[in-house]
């Protein structure tokens, strides 16, 4: 420990208590590493705030005796964001203590959540007064309100209710001088020039500490089908989503899944069964929700798909006739990534670009990394109609022990190359982080660069909040 970390660990211990100091290395052990298990850092200490004047204090404190700081939430994060650096310097801030569900309002459709209140508990809280927080995904059970509006993160609803973004209505934070910014109030309208909360959202903790978040509500579901429908291409998939849409205000979930992705998961999950007896190139997992009592969407949905297989547009398709089998659809969806780990080493990617392009994109990318890298396998699968996909490559024949390192980097560059021609993005829903810092420096475009790092510069001019993340 430094002088500064060790006079700052001390000052804090006497006025916040032992609570909020944590220095034992075995109660560190779990979180100074990414979930991933890539990324291995080191901490001093855990600050573990329980309150907005408490975050305050320690900023103000860090600050002082130059210390960073790491924010952190569940440490989900898909991007070592939350991952302390490897020198011990930094201390992780710890918002898991502040999971206080502060109001929750029907009326204004709004709840108001501290940083560190779990996903999934959120999401029952509201359900008990018949509403609902429209973002899940596959880490509702340990990711946080303050880690989810830190990385704008989508999940499997994006199509109909967006990302992060759309569904904060405001922030409160403690900015890096200690200042605390309150966007709590849930105005709909107001225009008093730049959006702190908009700043605030998708920083990944390096512009100030997130305390509470005002969150958008919707009606409860009173009723859903989940569908899955065998597909030729990518194409026809997208296809089959505008015919949809064009027909229903219902759809919320669309997800790609290549066979050789669905054959995976049949291989390594168990439990698993092929929803379709044919076999299909591609598939769509389909969820439609609505909140209207007495609605047969199920009838519905089975009429658009069964004009959808009269206009070939898919081959076939079922709809889940229990919440067991919905269920069952949608392991398989959420497996896919498992399977892949189960199968040999995989290369993951993120990304982006316009609607439109997706299809042709998967399909191109996929030829030209596999004639570039002969022996990997390339494919894509995820949220088509959000223009997203996890483009994921395969060791395949390359399988070694040091197959990341000799060749991962070359991988990825290629594929990032591709997406960027392609006018997307490196990063649709997981963040910069510290793991696509170098990426992100290459390829993003002078401007975004110079006003990102501006940003920075301006609100936090001692670069304490968490350095080495997000920004070249
Ligand atoms: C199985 C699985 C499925 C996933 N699926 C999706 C998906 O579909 N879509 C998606 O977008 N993501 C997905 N993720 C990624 C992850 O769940 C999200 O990035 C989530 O938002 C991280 O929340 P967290 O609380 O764990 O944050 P952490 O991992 O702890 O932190 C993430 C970043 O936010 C910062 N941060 C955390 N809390 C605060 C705070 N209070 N104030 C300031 N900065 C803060 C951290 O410094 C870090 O930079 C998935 C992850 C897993 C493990």
Redesign the pocket.
């Known amino acids: 420990m430094t002088i500064g970390v060790a006079s700052l660990v001390e000052e804090l211990r006497n006025s916040l208590g032992p609570k909020a100091v944590i220095t034992d290395p075995r109660e560190l052990e779990p979180w100074v590493t990414?979930?991933?298990g890539r990324v291995h850092g080191a901490a001093p200490a855990m600050l573990a705030p329980a309150s907005t004047e408490e975050v305050v204090q320690i900023v103000r404190s860090a600050a002082e005796h130059r210390v960073p700081l790491?924010?952190?939430?569940?440490?989900?994060?898909?991007?070592?964001?939350?991952?302390p650096p490897a020198d011990g310097s930094a201390m992780l801030?710890s918002?898991r203590r502040?999971n206080r569900i502060r109001a929750i309002s029907a009326g204004d459709r709004l709840a108001v959540a501290e940083?560190?209140v779990?996903?999934a508990t959120l999401n029952d809280a509201v359900h008990e007064v018949g509403m609902r927080f429209p973002l899940?995904?596959?880490?509702?059970g340990?990711?946080?309100?303050?880690?989810?509006?830190?990385?704008?993160?989508?999940?499997?609803q994006?199509l109909k209710f967006g990302?992060?973004r759309s569904l904060v209505a405001g922030v409160e934070?403690v900015l890096p001088d200690g200042s605390i910014h309150n966007g709590l109030s849930g105005l709909k309208k107001d225009n008093r020039g730049y959006s702190i909360d908009q700043l605030?959202i998708g920083?990944?903790?390096?512009?100030?500490?997130?305390?509470a978040v005002a969150l958008r509500l919707v009606p409860a579901v009173a009723a859903r089908v989940v569908a899955w429908a065998g597909v030729d291409d990518p194409r026809r998939a997208l296809e089959l989503l505008r015919f949809l849409e064009e027909r229903t205000q219902s759809i919320e979930g669309f997800e790609l899944v290549p066979q050789d992705s669905l054959q995976l998961v049949l291989k390594h999950v168990s439990g698993t069964r092929p929803p379709l007896s044919g076999v299909h190139k591609w598939h769509v997992l389909i969820e439609a929700t609505t909140p209207e009592a007495g609605s047969n969407i199920s009838n519905e949905i089975e009429r658009l798909l069964g004009l959808a297989l009269n206009q070939e547009i898919i081959g076939d398709a079922v709809i889940a006739s229990s919440e067991a089998q919905a269920e069952a659809f949608w392991k398989i969806r959420?497996s896919i990534?498992e399977a892949e780990r189960a199968e040999g080493q995989t290369l993951a990617h993120?990304i982006s670009v316009p609607v439109a392009d997706m299809p042709r994109f998967i399909m191109d990318a996929s030829e030209q990394v596999e004639r570039a890298f002969p022996g990997v396998i390339a494919s894509g699968f995820?949220?088509l109609g959000d223009g997203n996909i996890h483009f994921h490559v395969r060791a395949g024949s390359h399988a070694a022990p040091d197959w990341y390192e000799a060749e991962g980097a070359a991988i990825t560059r290629f594929v990032d190359d591709l997406v960027t021609a392609a006018g997307g993005s490196i990063s649709?829903?997981?963040?910069i982080?510290q793991l696509k810092r170098a990426e992100f420096a290459r390829l993003a475009e002078p401007g975004r660069l110079h006003a990102l790092r501006a940003i920075k510069q301006a609100l936090d001019p001692l670069g304490i909040?968490?350095p080495g993340?997000?920004v070249p």
């Open positions: 990414d979930w991933r790491v924010p952190q939430g569940g440490n989900t994060g898909m991007s070592a964001g939350a991952t801030l918002m502040m940083a560190g779990v996903l899940t995904l596959g880490a509702r340990s990711c946080t309100i303050g880690g989810l509006t830190s990385t704008n993160a989508g999940g499997t994006v990302t992060m934070a605030l920083a990944e903790g390096t512009l100030g500490v997130v305390t959420d990534s993120d995820g949220h649709a829903e997981h963040g982080g909040m968490n993340k997000l």
